[in-house]
Every structure is written in C-alpha cells, then in structure tokens.
C-alpha cells in the first residue's frame, strides 16, 4: 500500500550534506503532514522532523525538513558516521484513511 | 521520559492467534491518539492501525482489517493489538507508537511476531 517513493539508498563522506526524497500525491503529501524518522535496526524508531519542517527537542539542526507541493525532502548536514541508518518520510493518505510510510532510504557515511 | 514497551511476540502457526499488549508510562496516554507499527523482514516501515484516544476511533491498513483488532484501556495506560487468522505475511517486528494524527511522537523497541509452521 505504500506509495511514497524514496531512493533505496544515498551516501556522502563525513562532513558532507545529503538530501533524501519523499514523492507522494495530491491525497496525502499534497495535503497532509510529512513527518521523518531515522531507525536504526533492532532499535526504536526515532522521530527526526514533524510538520513538514520541525523539530522536537534534541534533534540538533543538522536535520531539515522541507515540502513542496506532493514531494518533501529531508536533509542532513555536517554528516557524521552516526547518521548511517534508514530513513523514512510518512503521511497520512486522506483518500485511504491510511498511514503511509515510504520504502526507506539507506544512508551511508563513506 | 516517555517509555512504551512491547510484549506478547512470539512464534504461532499459520491460522493461528496472538494479543500484543504496549505498556505506556511517563506521558499522558489517555490524550494520546496510539498506533502499531511493523517491519517485516528486510522490509521497510509498514503502518497497522490506529485508535483515538477515547478510543472512538480506530483505523486499520487493509491487509489487516477484519483480523486485527486494536484496543486500549486507558486507566491501564496500555495498548493491545489482537492479531487473528495470522499468515505468514504478518512475521514482522511490531511497534506501539504515540501519535496518529500527524506524526508518531515516541516508539518502543518492538516485539517480534514469527508466523510459521
């Protein structure tokens, strides 16, 4: 059902900027919040952005959020080796009284 | 600091049954709109269902509805997920989330559900 579209995986060298892609439609990005999480394997998911572009408390601003129309981009700045972790976009689709998150994207620190 | 712990995983026979239960603490979980959460092997993030916080509402993903049910008591602060006629597409690591209604605020480390014969 998941029908937010992210690349399986980005990489950049410490120190670096990356940005991670999350493409939806009118019925859910187009329309609602895109929230971000970073998650590490075996370990509880973490929120990282809110509203589109917010953060909570002790996530440092090396993390942004932004969208644009049915499309949000999350991105990381300064990066460093404990930024490697999956990460994820999710929405709300109006249309299927659904949450949708999308497939993840694999970050890695060369 | 806000705590949610998982238990009730474990390993069921194709058809068979399982109630996951998430213990809330140190936040206000009766305001709490609460989700379930799953990750499947080698896959990614997959939303199940969620219920308000008086529990007048409850949303389920569609590969779940009609054999899951979600449930809360609030005086408890705790969550269930009652999982029925489970397949083996349901073998997943499951996770209590806080939030719903437009972000899932805080998560506990998950339970892990194996559905094979």
């Known amino acids: 059902q998941s029908v937010l579209t992210q690349p399986p995986s980005v990489s950049a060298a410490p120190g670096q900027k990356v940005t991670i892609s999350c493409s939806g439609s009118s019925s859910n990005i187009g329309i609602n919040y895109v929230s971000w999480y970073q998650h590490l394997p075996g370990t509880a998911p973490k929120l990282l952005i809110y509203?589109?572009?917010k953060r909570p408390s002790g996530i440092p601003d090396r993390f942004s959020g932004s969208k644009s129309g049915t499309s949000a981009t999350l991105g990381i700045t300064g990066l460093q080796t404990g930024d490697e972790a999956d990460y994820y976009c999710?929405?709300?689709?109006?249309?299927?009284?659904?949450?949708?998150f999308g497939g993840g994207t694999k970050l890695t620190v060369l | 600091e806000v705590q949610l712990v998982e238990s009730g995983g474990g390993l069921v026979q194709p058809g068979g049954s399982l109630r996951l239960s998430c213990a809330a603490s140190?936040?206000?979980?009766?305001?709490?709109?609460m989700s379930w959460v799953r990750q499947a092997p080698g896959k990614g993030l997959e939303w199940v269902a969620m219920m308000k916080e008086d529990g007048s509402d409850e949303y389920y993903v569609d590969s779940v509805k009609g054999r899951f049910t979600i449930s809360r008591d609030n005086p408890k602060n705790s969550l269930y997920l009652q999982m029925n006629s489970l397949g083996v597409e349901d073998s997943a690591v499951y996770y209590c989330?806080?939030?719903?209604?437009?972000?899932?605020?805080?998560w506990g480390q998950g339970t892990l559900v194996t559905v094979s014969s």
């Open positions: 999710a929405a709300r689709d109006s249309s299927l009284s659904a949450w949708l």
């Open positions: 140190e936040f206000y979980f009766s305001l709490s709109t």
């Open positions: 509203e589109n572009d």
């Open positions: 989330a806080s939030g719903g209604q437009k972000y899932f605020g805080n």
